[in-house]
């Protein structure tokens, strides 16, 4: 199954029992940022649980989930388990709660956040996941415009330009697959 990721801020709300929980499923790069804005706009909220995927340089998959004060279990893991089921990566899910004053046991908090990521994930515009490599390249004066019109051709980016005595040296950013043809 290919993975997906999004490439901005979707929401999702779901209520059980005057409980609100209000999921904000967002790029992994934001998560830190976004954690920190909904700490300060939702002083009074209860519980802020998250669960993320990214996946690494070595191509290992780092994840949590963590409760923030819910009982063990009930939230983190649910919650990062809908990302898993949605084949999602390099995004992460903030889900908000507001208690309503009626508990809802292990079961219910456990459906009621996934059912609050699974709003968010139905509301994204998802996209389908490309691992961005960099690499560097080099070439001589005379075929240095050649390879510069190859790379924009390809729809690659040039991050860095480097002169010397020799020609020229690049690095160049873009889709694994997309840098294997350069």
């Known amino acids: 199954m290919p993975l997906k990721t999004v490439t901005r801020e979707f929401e ?14 967002v790029p992994v790069e934001q998560f830190d940022q976004r954690l920190e804005e909904l700490r ?10 998250t669960a993320h995927r990214r996946l690494l340089e070595d ?9 923030d004060g819910e009982p063990a279990g009930t939230s983190g893991m649910p919650t990062l388990r809908v990302l898993q089921g949605s084949d999602l990566i390099n995004v ?16 219910g908090l456990a459906r009621a956040y996934s059912g609050a990521a699974q709003d ?6 998802l996209v389908p996941f ?3 490599l960099s690499k560097t390249v080099r070439a001589d004066f005379a075929t240095g415009s050649e ?8 729809g690659l980016t040039v ?10 040296t690049l690095t160049v950013e873009g889709p694994e697959e997309v840098l294997a043809e350069l």
């Open 12 to 25: 999702g709300f779901l209520e059980d029992r005057k409980s609100r929980f209000l999921a904000h499923l």
């Open 40 to 49: 300060k706009e939702h002083k009074k909220a209860n519980h802020i649980v």
């Open 59 to 67: 191509d290992r998959i780092e994840e949590s989930g963590k409760d």
């Open 92 to 107: 992460a899910v903030l889900i908000v709660r507001y208690f309503g004053g009626t508990k809802l046991g292990g079961g």
């Open 120 to 125: 968010a994930i139905n509301n994204a515009d």
């Open 130 to 132: 490309q691992k961005i």
């Open 147 to 154: 390879l510069e019109r190859r790379i924009e051709t390809l």
């Open 159 to 168: 991050m860095t330009r480097d002169y010397t005595e020799d020609g020229v």
